[in-house]
């Protein structure tokens, strides 16, 4: 006659998690919530939600001027999160922080080149038109000759601000 094995089969163990670790896997989703509460309506039709996590978002978007209430319901929102599969919300989420990341460092470049033009005039105006041909010279020299006028001046900065839109328009991402 057999006994009761001593040691469980290892399909039978529960593995203890500490109540700190589930906090803060906890505070972890309830943020991936706060995180898909904040996108626009047009990054958040992008993201794989089923329509329960769908209608409590709404929800949230309503509670917006009341502090407590949403609180509770990002709370709400977070434990909704720990029975799905969050690897794709996830990956939604971290393609729009990339895509800011690079929206950001564009514009940066802009700014970049659009202070180089007031500072450096022709010699940067002809190192920007060497690399992008189909800008144009004159436009850019007159923009910029215009900003440093203003800049010196103390005048509102009409010309410097008309430099960065154009090469905004002109310099793709």
């Given at each position: 006659?057999r006994?009761?094995?001593?040691?469980?089969?290892?399909?039978?163990?529960?593995?203890?998690?500490?109540?700190?670790?589930?906090?803060?896997?906890?505070q972890?989703?309830?943020?991936?919530?706060?995180?898909?509460?904040?996108?626009n309506?047009?990054?958040?039709?992008?993201?794989?939600?089923?329509?329960?996590?769908?209608?409590?978002?709404?929800?949230?978007?309503?509670?917006?001027?009341?502090?407590?209430?949403?609180?509770?319901?990002?709370?709400?929102?977070?434990?909704l999160?720990?029975?799905?599969?969050?690897?794709?919300?996830?990956?939604a989420?971290?393609?729009?922080?990339?895509?800011s990341?690079?929206?950001?460092?564009?514009?940066h470049?802009?700014?970049?080149?659009?202070?180089?033009?007031?500072?450096?005039?022709?010699?940067?105006?002809?190192?920007?038109?060497?690399?992008?041909?189909?800008?144009?010279?004159?436009?850019?020299?007159?923009?910029?000759?215009?900003?440093?006028?203003?800049?010196?001046?103390?005048?509102?900065?009409?010309?410097?601000?008309?430099?960065?839109?154009?090469?905004?328009?002109?310099?793709?991402?």
């Amino acid at each position: 006659m057999r006994h009761h094995d001593e040691h469980p089969d290892h399909d039978d163990e529960i593995e203890w998690v500490s109540k700190s670790e589930m906090k803060r896997e906890s505070q972890a989703l309830q943020q991936l919530g706060t995180d898909l509460v904040r996108l626009n309506p047009n990054e958040l039709a992008k993201v794989p939600l089923d329509d329960e996590l769908k209608e409590a978002i709404a929800l949230a978007h309503k509670l917006a001027n009341k502090r407590e209430a949403q609180r509770r319901h990002l709370q709400f929102i977070g434990k909704l999160m720990r029975s799905r599969d969050i690897t794709a919300i996830r990956d939604a989420l971290n393609a729009f922080d990339q895509k800011s990341a690079a929206a950001n460092a564009h514009f940066h470049k802009l700014e970049q080149w659009r202070d180089r033009l007031i500072k450096e005039g022709d010699k940067a105006v002809n190192d920007l038109v060497a690399q992008y041909r189909q800008l144009d010279r004159q436009k850019l020299r007159q923009l910029a000759r215009t900003g440093r006028k203003e800049l010196a001046a103390g005048l509102p900065p009409k010309a410097y601000r008309e430099l960065f839109q154009y090469l905004k328009q002109n310099l793709e991402p």
